[in-house]
């Protein structure tokens, strides 16, 4: 016997930071929404999101202007705020970025001029024995110091959104793999190992396997994700 469905306005696919962020956003934009998140995995963040580096980043690098610039900087800042107001471990590090020969003079500059049109919280350009005072580990000519970087607990972000998702009225749904998408009832059949979900509108934030799952929806193979794996070395004494 089939089982029946459960009835969603959305359902979003992946619990990593953006599911689960966007599932948030739905309930914070139009209280009383009925949004199941679905999860193949047992826990939220069991891919990329809960192996980063950790990194909140300031903004610096990016074009001024861009929308990259402006996610970064208004990014961060929500971020921290939601951290301090969910008890989520984070720390305000800063960071430094560091010209250790002349010819890195000009980069550094193009660097600060971003950094300031891009609204970069507190950055200053630093000279060496500020530097040092700054970082003792490390030596150069000349550096902008962004104290504003930090570093977070990612997994525990996601862990807080999705604590406030159950909160607001919406439904988590781990060891709950999405199998098939077909039309439905006025929108979307999304069969998982849980069961089937009627939603109107489906949203997948699958991650690697994103390219998977729109081909459920009917969408072309391509374009394909393709993972592929770093390597890190260990300097030598002498090179460090």
Known sequence: MTPAAAAADVVVVGAGLLGLATARDLLLRAPGSRIVVVEKEDGPARHQSGRSSGVVHSGIYYAPGSRKARLCVEGRRLLVAFCDEHGVRHERCGK???AVAEAELPRLDELERRGRLNGVEGLERIDASALRAVEPAAVGLSALWAPGAGIVDYVGV??????????RGGDVRYAARVEGMRPGRGGVRVLTARGPVDAGFVLTCGGLHADRLAQMTGAPAGPRVVPFRGRYYRLRPAAR
Do not use: K
């Not at 996601?158 to 909160?167: F, K, N, T």
């Open 96 to 98: 430094v970025i560091v």
């Open 158 to 167: 996601c862990v807080a959104l999705e604590r406030d998702i159950v909160r």
